[in-house]
C-alpha cells in the first residue's frame, strides 16, 4: 500500500471513530439530563431554606439572590459517575479519531510532498483535523465533555461530504500555490477556523442557556448542566480572540503571498473580499463586546454572523462560479 | 466614548448589573410597555459649535465603529458577486450584454468598481476620521493614565470580583510589605495612600497595545495611499524570441499613480529567451491542470548594461530599478504570413492568441492594412490541442500543442474608420465584408503549421508558419507596500498585547486582628501599633480585593497568591531563626 492509500484507509478509520465518538457523547448528554434534575430539586430545597432564612435576616444581596434560582447554577451541578464514565469514554475515542485524521492529513502531505491543502477534499479534511484537533486539546483541561457532539458531528459532516463531493486524487500543485507561503498562511487559517467553529458552538450553546435561564423551562435537560451563560459567553469570547488573532495573521500572510504570486498584495478578489468581511464582522464583535450598553447576546449574534461568513469562504466562495476570482484552486 | 480607563465603572464587571437574573429583563420590558405618558427627553439647545461637538462625539464613538464595521462588511460583498472591472473588465462587459435590463442601474450604483463606489469610500474614509478622532484622545488619556499612581483602596474590598480575606501572624506593616513584595514580583505598580493599605495596578501594556493596533491601522491605510499615489503598473505579452524595452510608450497597458513621472521609469531591457511550460498529462479531474510556468529570460538594467540570465516563474518575480517583474500569464503567438496574390510579404508576424478557458482556447486578429485593393482583417481562433471533427465549432480539448490549428474568418474593408485607436485584440468591422466564397458562403479557414490558404478571388494567401508561446508579464512598483507591512505587523502586535493582558487593580489593607472592625468597615486608625504577633498568636487581617476589566480567570489566582504570601513569610522567617 502507498501512503495515499494509507491516507485514505486513516480517513475512514477515523470517520468510524468518530461516529462512535458522536454516539458516546449523546450517550453522557443523556446521562447528565436526569442527574440535573435530582440536583436541582436538592439544590431548590436547599434555596427555599436559604432564602427563608435570609429573608427573616434582610434584603438578601444580589449575587446571593442569583444563585438561589434554579437552573443558573451550572458550577453547582453535580455530575454522577455514569455521565462522567460515558464523557470519558467518549473523550477517548474524540483523541483516537482525531489522531488519526491527523495523521491521515500527514500521510497524505508526505505522499504529494507538499502541504495537504491544495484542493477543496484536501481542504476540508484539514480543516476537519484542525478542528478534532483544537478540541482534543482543549477538551479535557476545560472540562468540555458537553461540547462533544456539537464539534464531532459537524466534523464528520464534513468528511462525508469531502469524501462524496469534492474527492480529488493526491496530485501536484498549480503554479500559483507552489509557495512555502501555501504552508503557513493556510495552516494558520486553519487553526483560526478551528477556534472559530469551537466558539461558534459555545456561542449557540450561550444563546440556548441564556433563554433558558431567563424563562426557566418547566423541564430541564443537559442545557441546565452546563456553565451558567456568562461563563459559557466568557468562553466563546476567548476562543473568538484567540481565532482573531490568528485570522489577521492569516490575513496579512495572505497579503504577502499575494504580492509574490500576482504582484499585488490586495486587489479585492473574492477569495481576499470575503477574508476581509470576516476580519470585519469579528472587529465589529470585539467592539461589541469591549462597548458598554452593548450586551453580550447581541454581540454573540454578531459573532455568529461572522462565522456564517467564514462557512461562505470555505464553500461558496471556492465552488461557485459567481466567485470566480484568482483563488480557484479548489480541484473541481 | 466609552474608552473608559476605569475598570470600577464597566457594568460587565459589575455583578449587580450581570445579566441571567430571571425576571429582569421582563420586568423592565413590562415597565417601558406600560408608562403611558412618555415624554420625548427635551433636548438643550446645542447651538452651531455644540451641535458640531455632538456630531463629532457620535462620530468618533465606539457605537459608531461598530456600525461603520458592520457596515464596510456588508459593503464589500457586492464586490465578490458582481464581476468587477477592476479584475477583469471583459467578465463586467459580459455581464452587461447578458443583463440589460438591470446592469444600467447597477452600473450608475457602482456595482461593478464597488471598491473605488463613492458609497464603499464614503464608509471607509468615515471610519478612518472616526478612527483617528477617536486614537488621538485616548492616547492623552493613557498617556496622562501612565503616568498615575493607582486609586485609593475602596471601602469595602469584600465587594469586589475577587477578594479573600487571611489572618496571620506577622505584624500589620510586615504583612503590609509581605503583600507588596507579591505584588512587585507580579509587576504591579503600588502606591500607598495611607499606612494601612496598598493599591496596585497593572496591565497598562493593554491599552498600550491597544492603541498602537489602532494607530497601526491608519498607517496600513497610508502605506495603501501612498501606494495608489506613487505606485505604477505595466503590462506586457512578449513572445518567446522577443525583446522589451521599458519605456511608458512600450507596455501594452501601463496605469500609472496620480504623481507617478512616466518619464522615468526604469529603463530595463528583458527579452524572453524560453518560456517552459507544463500540463498534467494524467487523465483524471485534473487533466490538463497546469503544473509549471517558467520564464527563461535575458536581463539588462538598461540598455548596454550588462545582460544577465534570470528566471520568472509563478511566486517568483525578480527586481530590477525597485520595480518587479511578474509571470502572470501565458498564452500562445500563431506565427502567420499574409502575401499578395503575386507572392510578396504583406504580414508576418507572431501574433498573441488570448487564452478564453483553460484549454487555451485562444482569440486574436491579424489586422493587414497594406493589402489592396481592401484591407484585410482575420480573426477567430487558436486551439492548441484542437478537437478534430469541429462538431461544437472550435475548441481545443489539452492546454499545450498537441494538435495545434488555427481557424479564422476573412474580412475585407476599411480596418480602422475614423482613424480611431482601437484594440489589437479586437477587429472592428463596421466598415468591413465578411469575404465569401463562390457560393456565397462565409470563407472560414482551418490551417495547421505549415499549411497555405488560398484566398478566394485574386486576394493572396495565409500561411500559418509555426506558434510560439507568449509570457504575460506585469511590471509593478509599490512604494506604500513596505509601510503598510510595517504597520500590519505593528497592528498584530498590539492587538496581542491588547487582547491578553489585562488590566487589573488589586488593593490590601490590613488591621491589628481583633481591633473589631467589621468585614469590609474602616480600618481605625491607629491600630497598627498594636503587638506584634512574635509569639505566633494571629496578629492581624489582611483584606485583598481584585478588579479587573473583563473576563479574568488569572485574577483570582493573583489574590490567592497575596493571601499565601503572607503566611509564606512567616514560614521562612520561622526557618531562619
Ligand atoms: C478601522 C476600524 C477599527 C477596527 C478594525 C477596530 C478593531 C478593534 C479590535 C479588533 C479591538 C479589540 C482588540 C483590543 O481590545 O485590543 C478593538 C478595541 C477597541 N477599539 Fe477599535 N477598531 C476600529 C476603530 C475604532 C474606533 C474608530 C474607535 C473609537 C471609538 C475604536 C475604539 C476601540 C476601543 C476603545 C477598544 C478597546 C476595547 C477594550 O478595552 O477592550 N476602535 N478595536
Redesign the pocket.
Do not use: V
Given at each position: 500500500m502507498n501512503l495515499a492509500a494509507n491516507a485514505n484507509a486513516a480517513l475512514y478509520a477515523s470517520m468510524i471513530v468518530y461516529t462512535l465518538a458522536m454516539l458516546a457523547f449523546t450517550w453522557h448528554l443523556a446521562a447528565r439530563a436526569p442527574t440535573v434534575a435530582d440536583s436541582l430539586a436538592t439544590a431548590g430545597a436547599v434555596a427555599n431554606e436559604r432564602e427563608g432564612v435570609l429573608v427573616g435576616a434582610g434584603a438578601p444581596a444580589p449575587s446571593e439572590r442569583r444563585s438561589a434560582t434554579p437552573y443558573a447554577a451550572g458550577p453547582g451541578f453535580e455530575e454522577s459517575i455514569k455521565s462522567r464514565q460515558r464523557g470519558s469514554i467518549a473523550l477517548m475515542l474524540t483523541y483516537l479519531a482525531s489522531a488519526l485524521l491527523v495523521a491521515s492529513v500527514l500521510m497524505r502531505g508526505l505522499a504529494v510532498g507538499r502541504p495537504p491543502w491544495g484542493n477543496m477534499f484536501e481542504f476540508a479534511t484539514a480543516a476537519a483535523a484542525a478542528v478534532g484537533a483544537a478540541y482534543s486539546v482543549l477538551a479535557k483541561r476545560n472540562n468540555w465533555q458537553w461540547l462533544g457532539v456539537f464539534i464531532v458531528t459537524p466534523i464528520l459532516l464534513v468528511l462525508g461530504l469531502a469524501l462524496t463531493v469534492l474527492y480529488t486524487e493526491a496530485g501536484e500543485l498549480m503554479p500559483a500555490l507552489k509557495s512555502y507561503w501555501l504552508g503557513i498562511h493556510v495552516s494558520v487559517a486553519f487553526l483560526a477556523v478551528a477556534f472559530f467553529t469551537l466558539a461558534f458552538a459555545i456561542g449557540l450553546l450561550y444563546l440556548v442557556r441564556l433563554r433558558r435561564e431567563e424563562k426557566p423551562p418547566a423541564k430541564p435537560s443537559f442545557i441546565e448542566s452546563l456553565p451558567s451563560s456568562a461563563s459559557l459567553e466568557r468562553t466563546a469570547y476567548s476562543l473568538n480572540m484567540v481565532a482573531?488573532i490568528l485570522w489577521t495573521f492569516t490575513l496579512i500572510a495572505g497579503a504577502i503571498w499575494a504580492k509574490q504570486a500576482w504582484g499585488a498584495y490586495w486587489q479585492w478578489d473574492p477569495k481576499e473580499v470575503w477574508t476581509f468581511v470576516i476580519w470585519?464582522v469579528?472587529?465589529a464583535y470585539?467592539?461589541g463586546?469591549?462597548t458598554a450598553g452593548v450586551d453580550h447576546r447581541k454581540s454573540t449574534y454578531i459573532a455568529l454572523a461572522g462565522y456564517v461568513a467564514v462557512i461562505i469562504n470555505f464553500t461558496l466562495v471556492n465552488l461557485v462560479s459567481t466567485f470566480v476570482g484568482m483563488h480557484n484552486y479548489s480541484g473541481m | 466614548?466609552?474608552?473608559d480607563t476605569n475598570p470600577t465603572t464597566s457594568p460587565a464587571t459589575d455583578p449587580a448589573t450581570a445579566k441571567g437574573t430571571p425576571g429582569t429583563g421582563a420586568g423592565e420590558r413590562v415597565r417601558k410597555g406600560m408608562r403611558p405618558d412618555r415624554q420625548e427627553p427635551t433636548l438643550p439647545t446645542l447651538g452651531t459649535v455644540g451641535m458640531l461637538r455632538w456630531g463629532w462625539r457620535q462620530l468618533?464613538?465606539?457605537r459608531?465603529?461598530l456600525f461603520?464595521?458592520l457596515l464596510l462588511s456588508i459593503a464589500a460583498v457586492p464586490g465578490s458577486i458582481f464581476p468587477q472591472r477592476n479584475i477583469d473588465a471583459g467578465r463586467v462587459a459580459d455581464y452587461i450584454a447578458q443583463n440589460p435590463t438591470s446592469s444600467p442601474w447597477l452600473d450608475k450604483l457602482g456595482f461593478f468598481d464597488v471598491y473605488a463606489s463613492p458609497w464603499f469610500s464614503a464608509i471607509y474614509l468615515l471610519?478612518?476620521v472616526?478612527?483617528v478622532?477617536?486614537?488621538v484622545p485616548?492616547t492623552k488619556v493613557h498617556l496622562s493614565a501612565l503616568r498615575s499612581t493607582p486609586p485609593r483602596a475602596p471601602a469595602r474590598l469584600q465587594r469586589l470580583d475577587e477578594h479573600a480575606e487571611v489572618t496571620t501572624t506577622l505584624a500589620p506593616d510586615e504583612a503590609l510589605a509581605a503583600a507588596r513584595a507579591v505584588l512587585k514580583r507580579k509587576r504591579f505598580r503600588l502606591h500607598s495612600h495611607d499606612a494601612t493599605s496598598v493599591s496596585a495596578e497593572s496591565g497598562y501594556l493593554?491599552?498600550t497595545?491597544?492603541l498602537l493596533?489602532?494607530l497601526a491601522?491608519t498607517g496600513i491605510i497610508i502605506g495603501m495611499a501612498v501606494g495608489h499615489l506613487l505606485g505604477w503598473r505595466g503590462d506586457i505579452i512578449l513572445a518567446e524570441g522577443d525583446k522589451f524595452a521599458s519605456s511608458a510608450g512600450t507596455y501594452n497597458t501601463i496605469s500609472p499613480g496620480p504623481w507617478v513621472d512616466t518619464e522615468t521609469l526604469p529603463p530595463f531591457v528583458l527579452s524572453l529567451d524560453k518560456l517552459h511550460v507544463e500540463f498534467n498529462e494524467t487523465p483524471g479531474r485534473s487533466f490538463g491542470t497546469p503544473r509549471l510556468f517558467d520564464a527563461q529570460t535575458t536581463l539588462q538594467s538598461s540598455p548596454g548594461a550588462p545582460a544577465s540570465s534570470e528566471n520568472v516563474s509563478v511566486n517568483h518575480p525578480i527586481t530590477v530599478d525597485g520595480a518587479d517583474i511578474f509571470l502572470l500569464g501565458n498564452g500562445y503567438t500563431p506565427v502567420i504570413t499574409v502575401r499578395d496574390a503575386k507572392g510578396a510579404v504583406l504580414y508576418r508576424e507572431a501574433t498573441p492568441f488570448l487564452p478564453q478557458d483553460g484549454n487555451y482556447r485562444s482569440v486574436g486578429v491579424i489586422k493587414v492594412p497594406s493589402a489592396s485593393p481592401k484591407q484585410l482583417g482575420f480573426t477567430g481562433f487558436f486551439l492548441p490541442t484542437a478537437e478534430p471533427t469541429f462538431t461544437n465549432g472550435p475548441v481545443s480539448i489539452f492546454p499545450d500543442t498537441n494538435n495545434p490549428e488555427v481557424a479564422l474568418s476573412v474580412w475585407e474593408g476599411n480596418l480602422f474608420p475614423g482613424g480611431a485607436p482601437q484594440s489589437v485584440y479586437t477587429l472592428n468591422t463596421d466598415e468591413m465584408k465578411q469575404v465569401t466564397k463562390a457560393d456565397g458562403s462565409p470563407t472560414l479557414i482551418r490551417l495547421k503549421p505549415g499549411q497555405t490558404y488560398q484566398l478566394p478571388g485574386d486576394r493572396g494567401s495565409i500561411t500559418f508558419d509555426s506558434v510560439k508561446r507568449f509570457a504575460g508579464l506585469s511590471v509593478r512598483t509599490d512604494p506604500g507596500a513596505p509601510i503598510s507591512l510595517v504597520s500590519a505587523i505593528l497592528a498584530t502586535l498590539?492587538?496581542i498585547?491588547?487582547?491578553t493582558i489585562k488590566r487589573r487593580r488589586v488593593f490590601v489593607r490590613v488591621r491589628p486582628a481583633g481591633s473589631g472592625a467589621a468585614a469590609g468597615g474602616s480600618t481605625p486608625d491607629g491600630g497598627l501599633d498594636s503587638p506584634a504577633g512574635a509569639d505566633g498568636r494571629p496578629a492581624t487581617v489582611v483584606t485583598i480585593g481584585g478588579l479587573s476589566?473583563?473576563s479574568d480567570p488569572g485574577l483570582a489566582a493573583i489574590v490567592t497568591a497575596i493571601a499565601a504570601g503572607v503566611p509564606d513569610r512567616l514560614a521562612e522567617r520561622t526557618d531562619r531563626s
Open positions: 482573531f470585519t469579528y472587529a470585539m467592539h463586546r469591549a | 466614548m466609552s474608552t468618533t464613538s465606539m459608531t465603529a461603520l464595521l471610519l478612518f472616526s478612527l478622532g477617536c486614537i485616548r493593554r491599552e497595545g491597544n493596533f489602532h491601522l498590539g492587538l498585547l491588547g487582547l476589566k473583563d
